[in-house]
């Protein structure tokens, strides 16, 4: 299986910050990885598809992107909204769906 | 809006079989797959298996022994049967779409908490 080892485990920031987390696969998989946002008793929210590409309805401060097997999720001016856990997920067609183990953001 | 509601009972018994249903409200169930997620308390989320809209399906391998993944497309809803249960497959269990094979999962439900204990 394809491991997700997410960066870090828990981030302390403060609104307006630039924030940068990253999730690194053990193997390739393509471009083929989505990042999630959820709040605690909430579903997970796609935010980010195919490595850089925004999910409709998903403001524009959030942007992935990548580097070989390392991808990053960047959210240019943290909102209050934005305090949340962030999970990346790969779907590489020939192995198992597999999730990071999450970023918590939360307040500084 | 496509909205998506997991049912069933929230506490099974150890060694016996958990059964949730999704419901989706709107649209048709045809050339998309469906998935389940699950979340154990204070843990990250857990891919268990999808089942595209032909009926074919594929599952972790690391439930696979134990998980089947049905749809009914007549009544918009698929299923999850996990057998032989202990207190490690308590957690919150999500329904979830993916519009293909590559794409992520774009519409959830709200989850379902569901509790192994005798």
């Known amino acids: 299986d394809i491991q997700l080892t997410q960066s870090p485990s828990t981030l302390s920031a403060s609104v307006g910050d630039r924030v940068t987390i990253t999730c690194r696969a053990s193997?390739?998989?393509?471009?083929?990885l989505a990042w999630y946002k959820q709040r605690p008793g909430k579903a997970p929210k796609l935010l980010i598809y195919?490595?850089?590409g925004l999910e409709s309805g998903v403001p524009s401060r959030f942007s992935g992107s990548q580097s070989g097997t390392e991808f990053t999720l960047t959210i240019s001016s943290l909102q209050p909204d934005d305090f949340a856990t962030y999970y990346c997920?790969?779907?590489?067609?020939?192995?198992?769906?597999?999730f990071g183990g999450g970023t918590k953001v939360q307040m500084k | 809006q496509v909205q998506m509601q997991e049912s069933g009972p929230g506490l099974v018994k150890p060694s016996e079989t958990l059964s949730l249903t999704c419901s989706v409200s709107v649209g048709s169930i045809n050339s998309y797959y469906w998935g389940w997620v699950r979340q154990p308390p204070g843990k990250g989320l857990e891919w268990i298996g999808y089942?595209?809209?032909?009926?074919?399906?594929t599952y972790n391998p690391s439930l696979k022994s134990r998980v089947t993944i049905s749809l009914d497309a007549s009544k918009k809803q698929f299923s999850l049967n996990l057998r032989s249960v202990t207190a490690a497959d308590t957690a919150v269990y999500f329904c979830?779409?993916?519009?293909?094979?590559?794409?992520?999962?774009?519409?959830w439900g709200r989850g379902t908490t569901v509790t192994v204990s005798s």
């Open positions: 997920q790969q779907y590489e067609s020939d192995f198992p769906l597999t």
């Open positions: 089942i595209y809209s032909t009926g074919s399906t």
């Open positions: 195919k490595a850089s």
């Open positions: 979830a779409r993916l519009p293909s094979r590559y794409y992520g999962m774009d519409v």
């Open positions: 193997q390739s998989v393509d471009s083929w």
